[in-house]
């Protein structure tokens, strides 16, 4: 590996120890082995690269999304809702959890707008990735406007889950219990 990916790797790496705020440049030298100059040469800033680091991580987590490739339930289904939700949570209950950073980053948006920027354009590929999870399919075919209604729904409700659950485990949701509401909100929208 080059000084590029020894330094994204490092600032993952810090990024889960001590979180977005608190790490600093030295911290990700020392954790990847690099030099200072490196950050500004490879990334233009230490904010920039962590940023790279939080996106990489993000979509490193689709594959525990559906289950190590094998989601059972039908495209679309309540059956495949429930489980695609069940394996996110499971993502959630680990110490160090990415989502509780997510939190943090969320939060102090308006400290760096630079990486605000940055991380609104990632989120809008996550929006499409996360509706193939769901439903199947390409991310190539899903078009701007299941972006701007299915995709941003499920970020939605992935962003009030990652509140949850990292306020109160003990009383957040389970998929079953998510899989249910669904299933009210249809009748009840049938039944109109």
């Known amino acids: 590996m080059g000084h590029r990916e020894d330094l994204l790797e490092g600032a993952k790496r810090c990024l889960l120890a ?5 790490t600093t440049a030295r911290d990700i030298v020392k954790e990847s082995g690099t ?18 680091a939080y996106v990489e991580m993000v979509e490193g987590m689709s594959d525990a999304f559906e289950g190590g490739g094998e989601i ?8 495949r809702f429930a489980e695609v939700w069940s394996n996110i949570i499971g993502t959630m209950r680990d110490p160090g959890s990415l989502w509780r950073l997510s939190l943090e980053i969320v939060v102090m948006g ?6 605000r920027d940055h991380l609104a354009r990632a989120q809008r590929e996550g929006a499409r990735g996360i509706v193939t999870v769901f439903h199947g399919g390409r991310e190539e075919d899903v078009t701007e ?9 499920y970020l939605t409700l992935m962003m009030g889950l990652m509140a949850q659950w ?8 389970e998929a079953d219990q998510l899989a249910e509401g669904l299933r009210r909100i249809v009748e009840g929208v049938k039944g109109t």
């Open 110 to 115: 308006d400290q760096v707008p630079e990486v």
């Open 166 to 173: 990292t306020f109160d485990p003990a009383t957040a949701p």
């Open 35 to 52: 030099n200072l100059a490196s950050i500004g040469y490879h990334y233009g800033s230490k904010d920039a690269l962590l940023a790279q």
């Open 145 to 153: 406007d299941v972006v701007d209604t299915l995709g941003y729904f």
């Open 18 to 22: 001590k979180g977005f705020v608190r």
């Open 72 to 79: 059972r339930g039908e495209p679309g289904s309540i059956e």
